[in-house]
C-alpha cells in the first residue's frame, strides 16, 4: 500500500510524518462481522480530517465514520480531530486545518431525494496547498450507502495516493462451525456479510468472474468434489464439472470465457480447460503425477499450477495454448498455491519449510523472494485488485482466521469472527 | 382449548415419530442388535418401552447389504505415509481380499476415499486423497475388479478421522477408506 516517499507526485504528500507510530503498534478499528486488528504502519501517514456529513444521521449510516475507518485500516492515512460544520459546499479556512495537523480534509452531505435515494456528495481539499482536490455526487439507495461510502474512501485514497483504492470491493469466504459450512461474501472492511451457500458438507476453493457477477466453488454436498458455479445476485447455481473422482480448483480466465479446472476423471489429477456452461472441455496438462491448482496470469496467455512430477510439489507454468510446462519454484521442498498479481510481476504462495507453511512472494522478473507473513499455518493467498495487498487464511489462537498484509509485509490485518473458523478467503475483482 | 387440543396432538405426533425413528444402520461395526425374542403384542409388550414405543412399530432391517465374504475381518482403511500414497505391504490383504469380494460378484460396486492429514493446502491435499484413492483402486483392479465396480474420489483434509494436531492424529488421517455403493 506504501509507495516510497520519492516516488510521491501528489504534493498533499509532501508533508507526510514519517514514523508517526512506531511499527508493531495495535489497535482496533472496526467491529461486527468481522473484528479487524492493524499491526505495524506505514513509514510515513497522511494525516487526513474526515468531517461528519451533513445529514447523515438521518440515512441510517455513518458515512463518515467509514470513510475514516476504510483510510485508517489501509494504514497510509492517519486521522486527526474534524469536529465542527462543514460540507461540500463550505469553503475550509486552510490555517485552521493547518493548524490542527491536517494535510487534507473531506467533507460531505447526505440528503434524502424526494424518491427515497439519497445524494451523497463530498469534496476533498489539500490543506497544505490551499487547494480544491475536486468531488463527486452519488445517488443511492439506502442498500448502498455503505457502498457510497467505501466508494469515496477509494476516490480519496485514489486522489491521496495515485493507486486505485478497494476499499469498494468484495471478499468471499467460507466459515465453519462445527459440521455448517457457508460460503459468504463480504465487503472489504469484514462489514455487510452475505450468506451465499450454506451446506452441511465442505465447500473450499471459490472464485470469482472476472465481472464480479458469479463464484465457482467446490462443493462436497453429494459426497465428493464437484464444481459448482454461482450468479451471486440471483442464487442461480448449476453443476459445471461433474465428472467421475475429483473435480476442483475452479480458475476463471482474465476474459471470463474459459474456466480452469482439476479433474481426475481420467485416472489422476490433471488440468483442464471448459467453457463456463461446462462445454469445451479440454485437457492441458499430460502427467503421471499430480497437476492442480491453476491460475492464470492476467493476460490470459499462461496458467501456473501447481504439479509433483519433480518429486515434490512445485510450481509450473505452462501457455493456455498448449506447450511445455516449465517449473517456476526451486527453493524449498513444497510450494503451492500460486496467486498472481494484477500486473502480472509477482507471484505469492505457500512454501512449506518444516512444519511452517507460510506466504511468500517472488517477483518474477527479477527472481527476489520474501516472507511476507508472521504465522505459520499459511493457506489460500490471494491478491486485492489494486495489487497493494495480499488476503490469506491462517491460523491463530486455535482458530482459522483471516490475514490482510501489504506485499512488504509491514502493515497487517487480522480479520476475526469470534467462535467461527473463516478460510478460503478471495478478494472480487473492481467495478461492483 | 384449542391450544390444549394443538399441544395434545403435537405430543402425539412425537411419541408416533420417536417410535418409528430408530433405523439401523449396516457397516461394519453395526451396532449388536439384541435377538432376544419379544413377547408378541399384548398387554405386556409396553411395559418396558414406555409412552416412547408404539405397540404396532416395526423396524425395517436390511440384511440383502451385508456381504458374508467382506464382513467383518479384512477392515476397511488403508494408511500412508506423510505426502505419499505409497500402498504399504501390510495393507495386501486388505486389497486382495476386497479385490476377490469384488470380482466374485460384478454387481458390487465400492467407492474408495482419500483423505489426508491437516498440514497444507486444500487444494494439493484434495489431490493427494485423490491419489491415495486412485493407488487402491488401481490395485484392486490388477488384482481382478473391474474399472467400473469402483470410483476413487477424495476429501483432502476436510474430513479428518481424528482431531487433534500431533503425528498420532496425521497418521490416522492419511488414510483411503472402503466403502460400499
Known sequence: MLIPPETQQCPARRRWLVGALAAGALHTAARAQFRVEISGVGATQLPVGVAKFREEDKSGQSISGIVRADLERSGVFRIVDSSGDFDETSRPNYTEWRGRGADALVAGSAARLADGRFDVRYKLWDVVKGSDLGGQALAVLAADLRLAAHRIADAVYEKLTGDKGVFSTRIAYVTRVANRYTLRITDADGEGGQVALNSTQPIISPAWSPDGRSLAYVSFESGKAVVWAQDVATGDRRAIANFRGSNSAPAWSPDGGTLAVTLSRDGISQIYLMDPSGGNLRRITQSSAIDTEPTFTPDGKTIYFVSDRGGSPQIYRVPTAGGNPERVTFSGGYNISPALSPDGRTMAYINRNGNEFKVMTLDLNGGALRSVSDTVDDESPSFAPNGKLIIYATRSQGRDVLMTTTLDGRIRTRLLASGVDVREPIWGPFGR | ?181
Request: proline share 3%; glycine share 10%.
Open chain 2, 1 to 181: 382449548m384449542n391450544h390444549f387440543r394443538t399441544s395434545l396432538c403435537a405430543a402425539l405426533i412425537c411419541a408416533g415419530l420417536a417410535g418409528c425413528g430408530s433405523s439401523v444402520k449396516l457397516d461394519d461395526a453395526a451396532p449388536v442388535v439384541d435377538a432376544k425374542p419379544t413377547p408378541a403384542g399384548g398387554a405386556g409388550a409396553g411395559a418396558k418401552g414406555g409412552a416412547s414405543t408404539a405397540q404396532s412399530a416395526v423396524t425395517t432391517v436390511d440384511a440383502s447389504k451385508i456381504d458374508p465374504t467382506a464382513a467383518g475381518n479384512l477392515g476397511r482403511v488403508v494408511y500412508f505415509d506423510f505426502d505419499s500414497y505409497v500402498l504399504k505391504d501390510e495393507f495386501r490383504p486388505l486389497i486382495e481380499g476386497y479385490a476377490r469380494v469384488l470380482s466374485a460378484s460384478k454387481s458390487k460396486k465400492m467407492v474408495i476415499e482419500g483423505h489426508t492429514d491437516e498440514r497444507g493446502g486444500r487444494e494439493y491435499n484434495l489431490a493427494l486423497g485423490q491419489r491415495r484413492a486412485e493407488a487402491v483402486a488401481k490395485s484392486l483392479v490388477l488384482l481382478g475388479a473391474s474399472d467400473s465396480q469402483i470410483e476413487a474420489v477424495s476429501f483432502g483434509k476436510e474430513r479428518p478421522a481424528v482431531d487433534g494436531h500431533d503425528e498420532a492424529a496425521w497418521a490416522k488421517n492419511r488414510r483411503a477408506e472402503l466403502k460400499d455403493r
